[in-house]
């Protein structure tokens, strides 16, 4: 066996060749020589992608995938917050978003080549309940209650909430206020078309207390 233009030889492996066209030539006790060219081409570099920077509501459920361009043999996730991940060997990593956070990756192939990416988590903290605007309580089946909407997955509990009027004189009140419907009554009499003030103690999955004030405008 010979490589190129190299004397004949009786051993017929060829280790550490570079990227390059190789002549291979077999001759046998005969001395016939059979020849066929070998190619051999360099891999293209490891990569992994994990995209571009997210943006993600409080709470949100979030997935991310790990995209590498050719066959790996194992892959490693982590986070800059170093919370405990589910399964930090499997090619996606789902987690709920609580805090801004980075998370990396590394992959290596079976040729123990490696190749990492880091993608950043924003968490956006908007106010995630909807306080209504307007309602009207004349029995029309029809917007007839004023309630807070929050948005589950962010807020832990809504607690006290309170309504005044104008003067500042508190016309409802109720301690728990993830069930608190107000059907525009004071003392059991309708309350005048004019606006409220909303006031509602909340509390987020992330541990952070809130007081949230709004108005709603009773029509009639």
Same mark, same amino acid.
């Given at each position: !066996? %010979?490589?190129? /233009?190299?004397?004949? #030889?009786?051993?017929? =492996?060829?280790?550490?060749?570079?990227?390059? #066209?190789? +002549?291979?030539?077999?001759?046998?006790?005969?001395?016939?020589?059979?020849?066929?060219?070998? *190619?051999?081409?360099?891999?293209?570099?490891?990569?992994?992608?994990?995209?571009?920077? =997210?943006?993600?509501?409080?709470? /949100? #459920?979030?997935?991310?995938?790990?995209?590498?361009?050719?066959?790996?043999?194992?892959? /490693?996730?982590?986070?800059?917050?170093?919370?405990?991940?589910?399964?930090?060997?499997?090619?996606?990593?789902?987690? +709920?978003?609580?805090?801004?956070?980075?998370?990396?990756?590394? *992959?290596?192939?079976?040729?123990?080549?490696?190749?990492?990416? *880091?993608?950043?988590?924003? @968490?956006? $903290?908007?106010?995630?309940?909807?306080?209504?605007?307007?309602? #009207?309580?004349?029995?029309?089946?029809?917007?007839?209650?004023? +309630?807070?909407?929050? $948005?589950?997955?962010?807020?832990? /509990?809504?607690?006290? @909430?309170?309504?005044?009027? $104008?003067?500042?004189?508190?016309?409802?009140? +109720?301690?728990?206020?993830?069930?608190?419907?107000?059907?525009?009554?004071?003392?059991?009499?309708?309350?005048? %078309?004019?606006? !409220?003030? @909303?006031?509602?103690?909340?509390? !987020?999955?992330?541990? $952070?207390?809130?007081?949230?004030?709004?108005? *709603?405008?009773?029509?009639?």
């Amino acid at each position: !066996y %010979a490589l190129n /233009e190299a004397i004949f #030889s009786t051993n017929n =492996r060829f280790t550490t060749l570079e990227a390059n #066209s190789y +002549q291979i030539r077999i001759q046998d006790a005969q001395g016939c020589e059979w020849d066929t060219l070998l *190619v051999i081409e360099n891999l293209p570099e490891l990569e992994v992608e994990l995209g571009d920077m =997210r943006r993600v509501g409080l709470g /949100e #459920s979030l997935t991310l995938e790990a995209i590498p361009n050719r066959t790996i043999s194992s892959i /490693e996730w982590s986070n800059s917050t170093k919370d405990s991940l589910d399964c930090p060997t499997c090619p996606n990593q789902t987690f +709920q978003a609580l805090q801004n956070t980075s998370y990396s990756v590394e *992959v290596l192939d079976e040729n123990g080549c490696s190749a990492t990416d *880091v993608v950043q988590i924003v @968490v956006l $903290r908007d106010v995630p309940i909807y306080i209504p605007t307007v309602f #009207s309580p004349n029995d029309d089946g029809e917007n007839d209650f004023f +309630q807070l909407y929050p $948005r589950t997955s962010a807020v832990k /509990e809504i607690g006290q @909430v309170r309504i005044f009027n $104008r003067w500042g004189e508190l016309v409802f009140e +109720q301690v728990d206020g993830n069930d608190a419907i107000w059907d525009g009554r004071y003392k059991g009499q309708l309350l005048p %078309a004019e606006v !409220y003030v @909303v006031s509602a103690n909340v509390e !987020y999955i992330d541990g $952070r207390k809130e007081v949230l004030r709004g108005e *709603v405008t009773l029509v009639r």
